[in-house]
């Protein structure tokens, strides 16, 4: 079948694509958008985590087809013109990413949580993030990062 | 004159030197998405491999039909262990695993056959259309049973028993004779798995000199390639491997996965082949830690020294032999921690059954035998009416002191000073109670205080860095120093993995550092340069660091030597700020104008002293090279009548010798003392009758950012004379010890005995 959507502001095509795809599958093999990763494929690490109509969302447990004339954000849709997100600067920054494997699910799901709650408490970054599993990091500079993120955000309004 | 060629070289803070808290050179790779992991990478034509693995734990294969999964259309190829091309079985330290399994498989998932096709879906239904004929055995499971009769339960024809390592010290009875106090108690550890996020994967590209490209994730490129040669039946200079990126490895890469099977296809089709394991295939695609079976007795004067220990440590490695040989010296020589023991009886069993395969996983052999001995010194404690920070002062080790090995420590060990600054950190605050995310339970809201009681408990682990026994441990560097855009620029190259660790990070500082030159790059790790050793064992800091401060050094010294011939100066010199400084008339040239069109490029092997293997009858000898402390205070919340724990505060104080990177090491500290809350509360393999129950992250718990607490953090600097910068690998020794902490606040706050992790509710509430 034929799925059409956008994809980080541009409208993407992807054709001959089986029914059982997932959107992650869609994204990182037919569209070459990697960002996205596939840990667990399974809804459990949120490592694919996008935003599909701007909510997140894991992209290995929605079926392609259900992408069909949506919008799709991913973490290569994060940066705007003037240079990386909040959120991307402030992991580069604190010591967030060590592997990095589960970094771009995690920065959808933080950008999600800064822009809905512009000074989240620890409580509530742990809340949010608590999808998002991290192996390497023991989270710590995850909340570092979250919290500069929120600073930065703030500064940049 | 003084010779400078020697001297270090110092960058001014926040230059991104050795000390320096630099940011990773990957980092903004990694947050845009950009960052090429092994699963990541793509080329035309690829096809996708798979994997077709055994359902039993113990079966003969009598035949094997591949008829209808090649009939599969978009098929293009079906290999079993008759198309291995080389040698059939490979292994880290002994080869005995099987590339394709033989007629017999010997635990649940070993690779039976493997297929190329041009979807992963078509790849999968072709799987299922492989036929066996099996027939089905009753697997050998029991680890201890194995023990008492190793040859009557052979999972392997060289015998059950992988390797047995005895320790004796002194003489046991007559101190057991004196003995005012013994305290015994038998422990197990169920099986943690790495859960790296990165699952296994990889591209095989065949190139026109028959040979093949491998960009893999892998722990130790050379070592693979050691092992993956033989069997595609290739020299080692046709198999060209480079890195790819890295999602966590923990050990659980230092064997192979898909390295070889992907190379087959590949060679087979001649097209580039991908295999990328999924979670459920990840877990039967590694090895895991071993789980273990101990028992232990101690005894003590009233007054809490220890006379005499006794441990069995009975460790399941699985079919295949892996890494289990320096598992048992671990568990052996680190068996009864950094404590003055004067009379000991150790035996560390490494064994062959049908359970999972383990090898290597952060803490290799020390986490096992670190819970039981922690929990043994509270026992002693408790029995000698002393707390648990008192009676491990009271039998700590330090410099001076000797292991159960007979090794002296002879580099700072400051235990008692770590535990007198542990238990002076501030305590947590009680929980608010009107939130009840801050109790156990959280937001499945099981609690609104009723039923919740505090515990504290502590924590001691000793680790051993770098390669023991005598292996010649070795890593080597590229350094090459040019002008660049009118810039003296640096270029470090090595054949180190960089597994998320902060290695690229470290490799930069210390060129910074060693060479006053601020733009340096590390060079993609590639096994075109000689071999760096295996990104484990906490060893890489110290020894590609070494690798790479030699080969800096030997630059120095060239472009030093230069500056003098071209300034006619017998000054002492220095590297600075990208200039060449005098001692007494400070910068004195540009490093760009002493090196005009010349590149200085130097190669320098670095080794750490050598060790020796232990004694096989008595365990003596000076195995280790360097030892490594962390000391854990835990905090812990328990719903005593639900068995819910909520770790409320971790603090630890660990000794590096030398902080090299502050943001790299706590995160370091951080992500092992994790790592080990997962095997204390929640992380198991779940096995039964040889099958594994929970393959899945649905299953199988890792720690979220609910259950991991906030840390403090103390971390000391007492240097080591003999390593680099005098510092002390880092990465594993916080696995350790954070478990058995953890444990003793739950057994605090409930009195319950708690003698194996991971706890689960039912052990808590009966």
Redesign the interface.
């Known amino acids: 079948m034929r799925v059409t959507f956008t994809v980080n502001g541009r409208e993407q095509v992807a054709d001959d694509v089986?029914e059982?795809e997932s959107l992650l599958f869609v994204l990182?093999?037919r569209l070459?958008?990697?960002?996205?990763?596939?840990?667990?494929?399974?809804g459990?690490?949120g490592?694919c985590t996008v935003y599909l109509d701007g909510l997140p969302v894991c992209a290995c447990l929605v079926a392609a087809g259900q992408a069909q004339g949506r919008e799709v954000r991913?973490?290569?849709g994060?940066?705007g013109p003037d240079g990386?997100a909040p959120?991307?600067?402030a992991?580069?920054?604190?010591?967030a990413?060590?592997?990095?494997?589960?970094?771009?699910g995690l920065?959808v799901q933080a950008d999600d949580l800064i822009t809905r709650v512009p000074e989240p408490s620890d409580?509530e970054?742990?809340?949010a993030?608590?999808?998002?599993?991290?192996?390497?990091?023991?989270?710590?500079?995850?909340?570092d990062a979250v919290r500069r993120a929120a600073e930065l955000k703030a500064a940049m309004r | 004159m003084t010779t400078s060629a020697t001297r270090g070289n110092v960058v001014a803070p926040g230059r991104g030197g050795v000390g320096d808290s630099a940011l990773r050179p990957d980092g903004t790779l990694k947050v845009t998405g950009e960052f090429a992991y092994a699963s990541d990478l793509w080329i035309d034509g690829t096809l996708f491999g798979a994997t077709l693995r055994s359902p039993y734990a113990r079966a003969r294969i009598r035949a094997i039909d591949l008829g209808p999964a090649l009939a599969v259309p978009g098929v293009e190829a079906v290999l079993t262990h008759e198309d291995v091309p080389g040698t059939k079985v490979y292994g880290l330290d002994h080869a005995d695993q099987p590339v394709l399994a033989i007629g017999e498989v010997r635990y649940q998932g070993e690779p039976i056959a493997i297929v190329a096709a041009d979807h992963p879906e078509t790849a999968r239904r072709a799987l299922e259309r492989i036929r066996i004929d099996w027939e089905v055995l009753e697997p050998i499971t029991d680890a201890r049973a194995v023990v008492a009769d190793p040859d009557g339960r052979k999972v392997q024809e060289r015998g059950g028993v992988v390797r047995h390592q005895p320790v004796r010290v002194g003489d046991v009875a007559a101190a057991r004779a004196r003995a005012e106090v013994v305290v015994s108690g038998e422990f197990s550890v169920g099986i943690q798995d790495q859960a790296f996020l990165g699952p296994e994967s990889g591209l095989a590209v065949p190139a026109e000199d028959g040979g093949l490209d491998l960009f893999v994730a892998t722990q130790w490129l050379h070592q693979d390639l050691r092992q993956i040669a033989p069997c595609l039946g290739l020299p080692q200079e046709k198999v060209r491997m480079t890195l790819a990126g890295v999602g966590g490895a923990f050990g659980g890469r230092e064997d192979l996965s898909m390295q070889i099977h992907a190379g087959m296809l590949a060679l087979r089709t001649g097209r580039p082949v991908r295999i990328v394991y999924n979670r459920y295939e990840s877990f039967f695609g590694h090895v895991h830690r071993h789980p273990a079976l101990m028992r232990y007795e101690y005894g003590a004067t009233r007054d809490g020294r220890i006379g005499y220990a006794t441990a069995e440590i009975v460790l399941d490695g699985g079919a295949y032999t892996s890494s289990t040989p320096s598992v048992v010296a671990n568990a052996a020589s680190l068996g009864l921690g950094p404590y003055e023991i004067p009379n000991l009886e150790i035996d560390a069993y490494g064994v062959y059954t049908n359970n999972p395969p383990c090898g290597a996983m952060r803490g290799f052999g020390a986490v096992q035998a670190c819970f039981a001995y922690e929990s043994m010194m509270d026992r002693l404690g408790a029995a000698c009416g002393l707390g648990p920070v008192e009676i491990r002062r009271i039998n700590a080790a330090g410099q001076g002191s000797k292991l159960a090995t007979g090794q002296v420590i002879d580099s700072p060990a400051p235990l008692a000073e770590m535990l007198t600054r542990l238990a002076a950190m501030p305590m947590p605050a009680a929980p608010d109670r009107t939130d009840l995310r801050n109790l156990p339970g959280g937001v499945s809201q099981t609690t609104h205080g009723e039923g919740v009681v505090r515990g504290v408990g502590y924590g001691v682990g000793i680790k051993n860095i770098c390669f023991s026994e005598g292996f010649d441990d070795y890593s080597t560097a590229r350094v090459r120093l040019e002008v660049a855009g009118g810039e003296p620029a640096v270029v470090v190259h090595t054949a180190a993995a960089e597994v998320g660790q902060g290695l690229v990070t470290l490799q930069e500082q210390i060129a910074r550092t060693e060479l006053g030159v601020d733009r340096v790059t590390v060079a993609p790790a590639d096994d075109r340069v000689g071999d760096a050793g295996s990104s484990s064992a906490s060893r890489q800091s110290y020894m590609t660091g070494g690798a790479v401060r030699a080969a800096c050094a030997a630059v120095r010294a060239e472009v030093l030597a230069l500056a003098r011939t071209r300034l006619g100066t017998d000054d002492d010199l220095s590297l600075a700020g990208g200039k060449v400084v005098s001692a007494s008339a400070g910068a004195v040239a540009a490093i760009a104008d002493v090196l005009g069109d010349r590149a200085v490029e130097h190669i320098r092997e670095y080794r750490h002293r050598p060790t020796v293997p232990m004694d096989p009858v008595t365990g003596q000898g000076d195995t280790h090279v360097q030892l490594a402390l962390c000391v854990h205070r835990a905090v812990v919340d328990v719903d005593v009548e639900l068995g819910l724990v909520k770790v409320v505060e971790l603090a630890a104080v660990q000794d590096v010798g030398k902080i090299m990177n502050r943001l790299s090491l706590e995160g370091q500290i951080h992500g092992g003392t994790a790592q080990g809350l997962g095997l204390a509360l929640m992380e198991e393999i779940v096995v039964q009758d040889g099958l594994v129950r929970n393959p899945s992250f649905t299953d199988y718990l890792i720690p979220t950012i609910l259950d991991m607490p906030p840390m403090r953090l103390d971390i000391l600097e007492s240097p080591d004379p003999h390593a680099p910068y005098g510092l002390r690998g880092a990465g594993e020794p916080p696995t350790l010890s954070s478990t058995p902490a953890i444990v003793a606040a739950v057994r605090d706050a409930t009195g319950r005995p708690l003698n194996r992790v991971p706890i689960r509710p039912e052990h808590i509430c009966r």
């Open positions: 089986w059982g990182r093999e070459g958008l990697l960002g996205a990763k596939n840990a667990c494929e399974q459990e690490c490592s991913t973490v290569e994060l940066a990386l959120v991307q600067q992991f580069a920054e604190c010591g990413v060590q592997c990095g494997f589960c970094t771009p920065l409580a970054i742990r809340e993030l608590a999808g998002n599993l991290c192996r390497c990091t023991g989270y710590e500079k995850i909340l």
